[in-house]
């Protein structure tokens, strides 16, 4: 399916509807223009659906989840060339992605000046099951973007195994204002003075394991006093003279890190060699 913004502004739009499928479909959104409506590949606000292992591309949104969509799973999917977002969320309820690959390096203004600063993956005000799992993401601003967000209710949220990278000296995690995540076994890098992870001081109960976080001259911002649960087995990695940053003060070394924080005792920092990105 290809759909020219000049006639709607959705390729798929599936509005409180339940038990949908959307499976091995190639959709795609040719933007025709400079326009004040979002574009949206695929839109839905319904509940127990799936978005299974289709090609989507370009859109300013992959895929838009409005508000209070519940049970819902999005998995295997390529996502490319969004603008502005691969897959955002509103609001969610009980919320699974899994092994998308979400994919858009450019930065700038597109043929038709629209401009192109995607974010990966966008969750905005959830307090529902949430997991976010085995994803790659490579694209040029936030990776994940967890925006006001409390778990408390359900044991916390679950994001592990995600590789994400950033070519912009961007954010690949960003946590503002979340409570209760857990993010296990995840691998972020970026260049430049980027922080491969950002938590914000308002942002509590965060617990850290078996993560890589590497970044060429910039450092690992974990909030304040309170923000870190717990923290161990990680690697964080950066050549800038600050590894990390906690409340108002910065750490050049893990070895001064662990001594003021007493976390991170069995953590690394030693250089991480990737294959491949």
Known sequence: ???????????IDINYGS????????????QQYNTSYSAHTISMSGDSS??????????DYGIYFGSGADHNIVSGNIIEDPTTYGLYVYSPGDLTLTGNK?????KGYDAYNNDVDPDGIYIYLADDSLTISSNYINCSSFGIYLNNADFSSV????IYNNIIFSEYGTTPIYIYDAQKVNLFNNTTS??????????????????????IFTTETGYISLGTSGSIDSADYNNYYSLGSKLIYYGSS?????????????????????????LND
């Open 1 to 11: 399916t290809t759909t020219s913004l000049s006639l709607v502004p959705y390729c």
């Open 19 to 30: 038990h949908n499928v959307i499976r091995n479909c190639m959709i795609e959104f040719k």
């Open 50 to 59: 799936f978005i299974i292992n289709n090609y989507i591309k370009g859109g």
């Open 102 to 106: 979400i994919h858009n390096t450019f």
């Open 155 to 158: 044991g916390g949220a679950n």
């Open 190 to 211: 970026t260049t430049g003075s980027g922080s491969p992870l950002s938590i914000t001081s308002t942002s509590t109960g965060i617990k850290l394991f078996n993560n």
């Open 250 to 274: 910065s750490y050049s070394s893990l070895a001064s890190w662990k001594s003021a924080s007493m976390l991170d005792l069995h953590s690394l920092s030693v250089e991480p060699v990737f």
